[in-house]
Nanobody, 123 residues
């Protein structure tokens, strides 16, 4: 079974940066695309960014475009999410997900999920 593990969350001041990473055994075999979602208390899980393992399909939510960068680390088979210019509204639990639909932006389109990592941005 695919097991995803997120790391890199923490507390940061507004304007700061964090780098999240998603790792898991068998991802390149069982998935075609990877994504990051986030969920704040009382809100629905929302799309952040997605990337295909080939790197030829990338998409971002408008709210993070220009500030966040999703990529593929081929040497480590991990999916980093570089988050710059963080805002208090970025505060949420961030989840890594794996699926088979290129460019998918809805949670139900992803079958594999990590446990989540907390990102808190103070004002």
């Amino acid at each position: 079974q695919v097991q995803l593990v997120e790391s890199g969350g923490g507390l940061v001041q507004a304007g700061g940066s964090l780098r999240l990473s998603c790792a898991g055994a068998g991802l390149t075999v069982d998935t075609y695309v990877m994504a990051w979602f986030r969920q704040a208390p009382g809100k629905e899980r929302e799309f952040v960014a997605t990337i295909s393992w080939s790197g030829d399909s990338i998409a971002y939510a408008d709210s993070v475009k220009g500030r966040f960068t999703i990529s593929i680390d081929n040497a480590k088979n991990t999916v980093p999410l570089q988050m710059n210019s963080l805002k208090p509204e970025d505060t949420a639990v961030y989840y890594c997900a794996g699926g088979v639909i290129r460019g998918a932006t809805m949670p139900h389109q992803y079958a594999y999920w990590g446990q989540g990592t907390q990102v808190t941005v103070s004002s």
